[in-house]
């Protein structure tokens, strides 16, 4: 009796076990829960902690509450002004109502698939309203403030919570980018030429301007130095009247003197002339005691 009732308490024991472990459940952090009977929910956990369901009866689902992302694939999008752009993006989001979640995707991965799908219709719809110059500059923040409006509005009929859309690139295909840069480079160079051409056209009015000053400096340094050249012409003259008018004898000496200093002026000087030429006047005459004869 005691070895029987020993094995059937043992086996209560086990299926108590069993059973016990069937029922507990525990609900971490990161996760979210929706007790499941016969594949109808019948109740949702999103605090963390340990639960209880009806072992073989009820099944848990557990849903991801942290914030997640999903990413499109590199999309061509035409602008209002017709440029094409390949745009690369980003959804974070994160499940804010599990039942409506599991309703309607069953799993993540068709959840992602869904939320791409909206994303990239809401790109396509929101940038192909803009012009490129908006995309690609400061209006690119409100831009996705609008796109992550109209996604979240169309994901929160099935519980999910879309926090944040950004525009990771969006540049032109390759060969628009050629022809963009081919033409900005035209642009630089035409603008390059007109500084240039600016310069050299400043470069010669300054040139032309300190011309003309120079030459009108110049004629005034000239005309001040024959202004003082003749008055020092007239005032040699006045000297050499009133030296004249006072000793002629003198004045006639003086000057042939200089005359004899500028025509023997190197040392292998030769002339030619008559010893009773006037030139050699003074040469001829001799002293008497001590004073020249007349």
Avoid at 262 to 276: E, I, K, N, Q, Y
Wanted: proline share 2%.
């Amino acid at each position: 009796m005691n070895k029987t009732f020993m094995t059937v308490l043992a086996v209560l024991l086990v299926a108590l076990g069993v059973i016990t472990a069937g029922a507990l459940f525990t609900v971490q952090q990161t996760e979210q829960a929706i007790v499941m009977q016969f594949g109808k929910p019948q109740r949702v956990i999103q605090e963390p902690g340990l639960n209880f369901k009806l072992p073989f009866v009820q099944d848990v689902v557990y849903v991801d509450k942290r914030v997640l992302s999903v990413s499109t694939q590199r999309e061509e999008v035409v602008t209002r002004d017709q440029k094409r752009l390949m745009v690369d993006s980003f959804a974070r989001f994160r499940i804010a109502n599990p039942l409506q979640y599991y309703q309607s995707y069953g799993n993540l991965q068709i959840a992602n698939q869904r939320l791409e799908t909206i994303l990239n219709s809401q790109l396509r719809q929101n940038l192909g309203r803009q012009n490129l110059n908006n995309i690609v500059s400061g209006e690119r923040y409100n831009l996705m403030n609008q796109i992550r409006e109209q996604v979240n509005k169309e994901a929160a009929a099935s519980g999910i919570d879309v926090i944040d859309v950004r525009i990771v690139r969006a540049d032109l295909p390759k060969e628009n980018s050629d022809k963009v840069f081919d033409r900005m480079r035209s642009q630089r160079e035409q603008e390059a030429k007109e500084i240039r051409a600016t310069g050299a056209e400043l470069a010669q009015g300054i040139t032309a301007n300190a011309d003309r000053m120079r030459t009108i400096l110049v004629a005034e340094a000239q005309r001040d130095a024959d202004i003082l050249r003749g008055e020092g012409d007239a005032e040699k003259n006045r000297i050499f009247a009133e030296a004249f008018g006072r000793d002629e004898d003198f004045f006639a000496f003086y000057r042939s003197m200089q005359a004899y200093r500028g025509a023997m002026r190197s040392d292998d000087t030769s002339m030619v002339l008559s010893p009773t030429s006037e030139f050699f006047r003074y040469f001829n005459q001799q002293s008497t005691n001590g004073q020249r004869p007349d």
